[in-house]
């Protein structure tokens, strides 16, 4: 009896969510993986159990292939350019700018508006018409002589120009997580540095980055997470449109257009596992330092 | 103990929340649709027309079907998005959650054919026969909605997809004599706009483009090898097929930088910045409605329209169609509803004001002018064909397939790959 008082109220506060979770996560993520192997690729056919069968045959598809490219350009610079851009802030914030409170409001801004309002202004702004047609950041660069670019809708980078409204989103916020880990660094740390002799670049290269390591991991998984799962942006900004195309976009054609449910289990399965390589290391790592504290 | 107390509450707190947002949920859908203050019966219509011009249309149906049926409310279920993306993927999960409206908008044809195959539709041909409308619509245009002798859904309108738009100053000033007729022309017309530098053909998103490809195949292969592509065992591996495609792609070469959606396009023409642009007939209600619903050009000097290059004579149609789903709360307002759409007093109404012209052929001539006159004239005279693009032909997941097909190929322009794309897309699909 007075075992169970001391584990039973905390088992009770959270059974409601382990019963949500379990469900609402867990159990729809199984249905999905299950749908993803059968053959049920309309909605009136009941669905046989064809194992993996439909994560290969995608790889037969053209349009696969392109997504999950488009996935990768996305990814890789919108990680880079969020991480590498809001560190940059971060770093400047952090050497004392004059009114900075007001700063640090303006570069965290954007997140509160949601994927599809920044990808409606965006669209406007990266609109692909030069010269005389030319508005938006076109229209900027045609008047200080700059080169106009086809955004969005190049061929070869258009993915990249994709990720630009996605930067100017969540760069504020990965400034303010490295702005916390700057904080972090106790003063005591950089003092014994200079006093040793290291320069200002020495103290930030030797002492501050290795601290900030784990901020930068988690800014990473949630930067990446977001990335491989991008489906509001795109659309906001182009459609369903196989220039843009993007494996959450082609998930969705896939369900409500070509009515296969099963391929668009497939596709959404292949978004979990991609967004689970980027995961699981981190809470293994997690869990490790949990313990090893 | 205390402790205790407050956990056990906190959880019974949090479980009874869950109930109740669940209980709310439920009533909420139950209540929504059919119940109603005055002893009335709501009849849910559930359709994409939020538009200027469409939502004008469907409110003076609307109003008919109040007069006529002083028992039933009418309520509007529209979801704003053009050619109903949306609302298509908000019916589905309707559908299957089991709680359909009572009737709703689908393209006539082949579109259907999923719902069909589902079971989601009733046969309508009993509503057909009473209302004698195998008489007052185009047996051509019966046959190409029926589905093994049964008839799913009501045709309120008739859109043309094959219309060639285009600015008669530009025409002149690049030496253009008129319209072109054939595919030849069409693209001697271009080359001579592009001496010129201005836009020869201007396109949208990537839908437009499979627009304008449906134009090109009828351009290119005629009525007849046209439909035949549709049937079953159709080949879409022939040589015809391989140079109506290779049309497609040396017309494509003259494409400008693609707009955001069909309206810049068509604006391009507008503002004398395009020589042409290939796009349905609901361009002209944009292109001559004055500003904030459209453009306020003048036709014939502003813009000016023909057939689809290698097209004239026949129609390229495509229809909006009210259905009656199985399982209907009021059904017997879906047939109410559905008597209103099908009679000359509820599509003489609807069809002024959305732009298009009535499925019916005894419609009133007189309140069709301008573009809606040549075009009511066309429609009693000429062949028919179904749209691709907008619903006729091919049923939802063949047109996905196409429409990856075609902006596949807007990347690598690869004739070959994309026909055998299209072959494959016909294989896959065709029933």
Same mark, same amino acid.
């Given at each position: 009896m007075r075992r169970a008082r001391t584990w039973l109220p905390g088992l009770l506060l959270v059974t409601p969510s382990i019963i949500l979770i379990g469900v609402f996560v867990y159990g729809m993520l199984g249905w999905n993986f299950r749908l993803a192997m059968t053959d049920k690729h309309d909605e009136v056919s009941e669905g046989e159990f064809v194992g993996l069968q439909n994560f290969i045959d995608i790889w037969d598809q053209a349009r696969w292939h392109l997504s999950v490219r488009h996935a990768i350009v996305f990814t890789v610079v919108f990680v880079l350019g969020a991480l590498v851009l809001g560190w940059l802030l971060a770093f400047l914030m952090e050497k004392g700018i004059r009114g900075e409170g007001t700063f640090r409001a303006i570069y965290l801004f !954007?997140?509160?508006?949601s994927f599809v309002a920044t990808g409606i202004v965006w669209r406007w702004l990266m609109n692909s018409g030069t010269d005389e047609r030319a508005v938006g950041l076109n229209r900027l660069f045609d008047a200080i002589g700059l080169p106009q670019w086809q955004w969005?809708? +190049? !061929? +070869?980078?258009g993915m990249a120009a994709m990720a630009l409204p996605a930067i100017w989103q969540m760069s504020g916020y990965v400034m303010a997580l490295f702005l916390a880990g700057f904080r972090g660094v106790p003063e005591e740390l950089r003092e014994a540095a200079r006093v040793d002799g290291c320069n200002e670049w020495g103290v930030y290269r030797h002492v501050v980055l290795p601290l900030l390591r784990p901020v930068t991991l988690s800014a990473l998984i949630i930067l990446g997470h977001i990335s491989l799962k991008v489906f509001d942006l795109i659309v906001a900004v182009s459609g369903k449109q196989i220039i843009t195309d993007v494996p959450a976009v082609f998930m969705w054609v896939a369900v409500f257009d070509s009515h296969d449910p099963a391929k668009g289990a497939t596709i959404a399965s292949y978004i979990v596992l991609s967004v689970a390589i980027f995961v699981i290391p981190y809470l293994i790592w997690s869990v490790r330092k949990e313990r090893r504290q | 103990m205390r402790r205790w107390l407050v956990a056990a509450s906190i959880t019974m707190v949090s479980v009874l929340g869950l109930t109740a947002c669940g209980g709310g949920g439920g009533e909420q859908t139950a209540q929504s649709p059919s119940a109603d203050s005055g002893g009335k019966q709501q009849v849910e219509v559930f359709s994409w027309w939020t538009g200027p011009g469409e939502a004008d249309g469907l409110a003076a149906m609307r109003k008919i079907f109040e007069d006529k049926n002083p028992t039933y409310t009418f309520f509007d279920a529209a979801v704003a998005g053009g050619s109903g993306d949306k609302a298509k993927a908000l019916l589905q999960s309707k559908l299957q959650a089991g709680t359909p409206p009572d009737t709703f908008q689908g393209h006539a044809g082949a579109e259907l054919q999923g719902y069909i195959k589902a079971g989601n539709l009733e046969d309508l041909t009993s509503l057909y026969d009473e209302l004698k409308l195998k008489e007052v619509f185009p047996a051509q245009l019966v046959e190409q909605i029926s589905v093994e002798g049964k008839i799913y859904s009501v045709p309120v309108n008739i859109h043309r997809s094959n219309v060639l738009w285009f600015n008669p100053a530009v025409l002149k000033e690049a030496g253009v004599? *008129?319209? @072109?007729?054939t595919i030849e022309e069409f693209v001697a017309a271009l080359e001579k706009v592009k001496a010129k530098g201005k836009v020869p053909l201007s396109i949208g998103s990537e839908w437009t483009v499979t627009h304008l490809l449906e134009s090109v195949l009828l351009g290119s292969l005629g009525t007849d090898a046209y439909n035949a592509l549709f049937k079953p065992g159709a080949d879409w591996n022939s040589p015809q097929v391989t140079t109506a495609l290779q049309n497609f792609a040396k017309i494509m070469e003259y494409a400008g930088d693609p707009q955001d959606d069909w309206q810049p396009a068509a604006k391009q023409v507008a503002d004398g910045e395009a020589a042409f642009n290939i796009m349905g007939d609901w361009a002209y209600g944009y292109f001559?409605? @004055? @500003?904030? #619903? #459209?453009?306020g050009k003048k036709s014939k000097t502003d813009f000016d329209w023909a057939p689809a @290059? *290698? $097209?004239? #004579? $026949?129609y390229l149609w495509l229809s909006d169609s009210f259905t009656l789903p199985k399982g209907a709360k009021n059904r017997d307002g879906a047939l109410a509803w559905l008597k209103v759409a099908a009679s000359k007093e509820g599509q003489d109404a609807f069809n002024p004001k959305k732009g298009s012209i009535p499925a019916r052929k005894d419609a009133d001539q007189s309140l069709y002018t301008d573009y809606l006159a040549d075009a009511l004239k066309d429609w009693s005279s000429n062949k028919l064909a179904g749209s691709i693009q907008h619903g006729v032909a091919v049923n939802q997941p063949w047109l996905a397939a196409i429409n990856e097909q075609v902006g596949l190929f807007l990347g690598t322009k690869d004739v070959k790959a994309l026909q055998q794309g299209l072959a494959d897309a016909a294989t896959a699909n065709a029933q």
């Open positions: !954007p997140m509160a508006i969005f809708r +190049d !061929p +070869d980078w | 004599a *008129g319209a @072109p007729k001559h409605n @004055p @500003p904030e #619903g #459209g453009l @290059p *290698g $097209t004239e #004579g $026949t």
